[in-house]
């Protein structure tokens, strides 16, 4: 099992930023794809970001490329989501999640955070 918990979410002026964080406790963080998901009111859960084992490998939907960075540290069990440009369409509850591969379906990840909620005001 892995335990996830996310921090980091608020209220933010659109065109600022926002640095989310998920700390893990369990089975051996390093040992997963770390993934960053969001929903937002009557929609679907949506992938955001993801992170291999080393960091050496990331992936981003189209809609945050350029903005957010995916990062992590192995030694603090952490990832971490830094969102910058925030504009009021990335208003969501946001959440960690951790799996096997480097995917963008939710359905690969094994492990869910309880979600942190980000809201941007236009």
């Known amino acids: 099992q892995v335990q996830l918990g996310e921090s980091g979410g608020g209220l933010v002026q659109a065109g600022g930023s926002l640095r989310l964080s998920c700390a893990a406790s369990g089975r051996t963080f390093s040992n997963y794809v770390m993934g960053w998901f969001r929903q937002a009111p009557g929609k679907e859960r949506e992938f955001v970001a993801a992170i291999n084992w080393s960091g050496g490998s990331r992936r981003y939907a189209d809609s945050v490329n350029g903005r957010f960075t995916i990062s992590r540290d192995n030694a603090k069990n952490t990832v971490y989501l830094q969102m910058n440009s925030l504009k009021a369409e990335d208003t969501a509850v946001y959440y960690c999640?951790?799996?096997?591969?480097?995917?963008?379906?939710?359905?690969?990840?094994?492990?869910w955070g309880q979600g942190t909620q980000v809201t941007v005001s236009s």
């Open positions: 999640a951790a799996g096997p591969e480097l995917r963008v379906g939710a359905s690969e990840y094994d492990y």
